[in-house]
């Protein structure tokens, strides 16, 4: 079974800064595998990975602040432990080599 299912890409008529992207890693050494609604709708799912063999650290940026993240499985559940994390316009993840992580933010 093939589970890739390509890009999608959704246009908005916006002006200003919403006319601009809404989220995007700094340095660009992570790669975003999605960037979705909850599938509980409560939130919005950021989810990373790192392809290299180092640890890597970048900073997911945001049009608009979030008022808070927490890391979550890759089902979307709560890990048992996981404090939310300040909101912001900035998210700094640090990733160990070949490790995906996945956040449910709020806005």
Request: charged share 25%.
């Amino acid at each position: 079974v093939e589970y890739h299912s390509g890009v999608r890409v959704v246009a908005v008529q916006a002006a200003g800064e919403e006319a601009g992207t809404f989220a995007r890693l700094a340095r660009g050494a992570l790669v975003l595998s999605a960037l979705k609604r909850a599938s509980d709708g409560n939130g919005l799912i950021l989810r990373v990975y790192n392809p290299t063999d180092s640890e890597v650290e970048d900073t997911c940026e945001f049009a608009v602040a979030f008022t808070s993240a927490v890391e979550v499985n890759h089902a979307e559940e709560d890990i048992a432990g996981q404090q939310p994390l300040r909101g912001g316009k900035k998210l700094a993840i640090k990733l160990p080599p070949q490790k995906i992580r996945t956040y449910r933010l709020q806005f």
